[in-house]
């Protein structure tokens, strides 16, 4: 079995081909063009054979990304390449609609092509598998504090698209892309809407690896608003093992939603955090008291979506998930893991970004 992976430099997408290349005999092709938050160190020296293959190729390059296909004829794709950052879809738009939009009707075209190619036995066993966000859902409402018993709604696979940023718009769009691929043109693919990853190597633009490395340099916090804001978390191993899981045995034309069953809210984690860090990290920055000393309100995303929170009810009952973390012991494994992995953010912090939040200038 041979996998291409889009985008597996990284965060999810590298999570991904550290799941397959630990626990599998499947070979893996990863394809990414290296962008700011790419980084091919997130792919440990101990688990590259011959069973790893890395090409730097933008996906909105047909030629070359038709020329992969030639190369290693890959059995299943799995779609990860993508602008994900919501602060900097607000800022600039256009470089989310060119990766996220075209790129994935460049994909989806180059995918096709070899699909057609292939005899009748290995297009039944092809599989393109696009790897989405549950932003595309819009946002639910906030719990009414007067009625605390009250049952809130999730997002199911039936619920209706109403993006609020240029990243969740692009996104959505390449879910309407590839559904249209499958129907249209028969090409066997199926989707997963993922809530909030967290865990080891993620850029530090995002918000628990920013709250956590600011905390240790002393640096402010900042929670957009008054943090109330409320997110589904999933633990990263979690979802690469759910998206391998689908990608072998998802039905083709399908859609999955993927969540960590752990609704908290942005204040809640950076509090956890600072609580984490309490312990294991006693001696604070000069200056500092308490980390939690350090968090600051600032102004409100626009548009910002108040709750997102998954039914993954599908992904237990068809395909026997269930995430294994909870939140409490997810965010301390990701806290432990900066701690000791100091080399590895700092060699990402050596560039152009600087612990600064970007998006509402």
């Not at 402010?220 to 072998?248: C, F, M, N």
């Not at 309490?278 to 548009?303: H, M, N, S, T």
């Amino acid at each position: 079995m041979k996998i291409l992976v889009t985008g597996g430099a990284g965060f999810i997408g590298s999570a991904v081909i550290r799941h397959i290349l630990s626990n599998t005999d499947y070979s893996v092709i990863n394809l990414d063009k290296l962008t700011y938050a790419g980084n091919t160190e997130s792919i440990p020296e101990n688990l590259i054979s011959n069973k790893y293959i890395f090409e730097q190729v933008d996906i909105c390059d047909f030629q070359k990304v038709t020329e992969v296909f030639q190369r290693h004829q890959p059995n299943i794709v799995m779609h990860l390449a993508a602008e994900s950052h919501v602060d900097r879809s607000i800022d600039g738009p256009g470089e989310f609609i060119q990766t996220n939009v075209v790129g994935t009707y460049t994909l989806l075209e180059a995918a096709k092509n070899h699909w057609l190619s292939l005899d009748l036995k290995n297009q039944q066993a092809f599989k393109f598998h696009h790897i989405s966000t549950d932003e595309v859902y819009g946002d639910l409402p906030h719990p009414d504090e007067s009625k605390p018993n009250a049952k809130l709604p999730l997002f199911t696979e039936s619920t209706p698209y109403a993006p609020s940023s240029p990243y969740s718009a692009s996104k959505a769009s390449s879910d309407h892309l590839v559904r249209a691929w499958q129907r249209t043109y028969g090409l066997p693919t199926v989707i997963t809407n993922c809530s909030n990853n967290y865990g080891p190597y993620h850029f530090p633009e995002k918000l628990v690896p920013h709250i956590i490395l600011n905390a240790l340099s002393g640096k402010s916090l900042p929670v957009y608003g008054d943090g109330s804001q409320i997110r589904d978390w999933l633990y990263v191993e979690d979802h690469a093992k759910a998206l391998l899981e689908v990608a072998i045995n998802g039905k083709v034309g399908e859609t999955y939603n993927i969540g960590g069953h752990n609704e908290k809210r942005n204040i809640e984690v950076v509090k956890a955090i600072c609580e984490i860090l309490e312990e294991l990290v006693p001696i604070r920055p000069e200056g500092v008291q308490k980390y939690e000393d350090l968090i600051v309100y600032v102004a409100d995303r626009p548009g910002h979506d108040v709750r997102y929170a998954i039914d993954a009810s599908k992904m237990a009952n068809e395909l026997n998930w269930q995430p294994e973390e909870t939140f409490e012991s997810g965010i301390k494994k990701t806290v432990e893991w900066y701690l000791n992995n100091k080399p590895w953010w700092q060699r990402v912090l050596s560039g152009e970004y600087k612990l600064e939040r970007v998006g509402n200038k």
